[in-house]
């Protein structure tokens, strides 16, 4: 059992040191108050969502900021009062690893069902040609 126990975080770490190698067409299809969509496109190199969200940030096409690892503003808008970020993609599995759970909730976009992430900006990958959505939601 503690071998288990040990194996999850470490391969967090792992999977964390794989990203920021990567370089992107950092375009949104949606960018509201409430809403930003991407497909990932050009996608080269290991990157992460936080990755994407950076090159969206530097070419001045959003603004947001992590708190304790959660996405916790963007474009001008905070998590409070019961109303926070959630983040959904059509990345549900890749090479064995799940990355969504529809359990958790789904978002619908274009014709694409996309589920609540597993993971936070910083361990979620960006895959070429799938979509990711922040959501602003009230619970």
């Known amino acids: 059992m503690k071998k288990m126990v040990l194996a999850a975080p470490l391969a967090l770490v792992l999977l964390a040191g794989c990203f920021g190698g990567g370089a992107a067409k950092y375009t ?9 969509v991407f497909v990932a496109e050009d996608i080269s190199g290991d990157m992460s969502w936080k990755d994407y969200f950076d090159g969206l940030k530097n ?3 959003i603004t947001y900021s992590l708190s304790e690892g959660m996405l916790s503003e963007l474009n001008g808008v905070g998590n409070a009062d ?10 549900a599995e890749l090479d064995g690893v799940i990355y969504g ?10 014709g694409r069902q996309l589920v609540s992430c597993a ?10 040609g799938y979509a990711y959505a922040a959501v602003y939601v009230t619970f």
């Open 82 to 91: 019961g109303s926070y970020w959630m983040l959904y993609s059509d990345l």
């Open 28 to 36: 949104t299809e949606v960018n509201t108050e409430e809403l930003v």
């Open 59 to 61: 070419a001045g096409v």
């Open 119 to 128: 993971y936070g900006l910083e361990l979620m990958p960006v895959v070429d």
């Open 101 to 110: 759970n529809a359990e958790w909730g789904t978002y619908d976009y274009d």
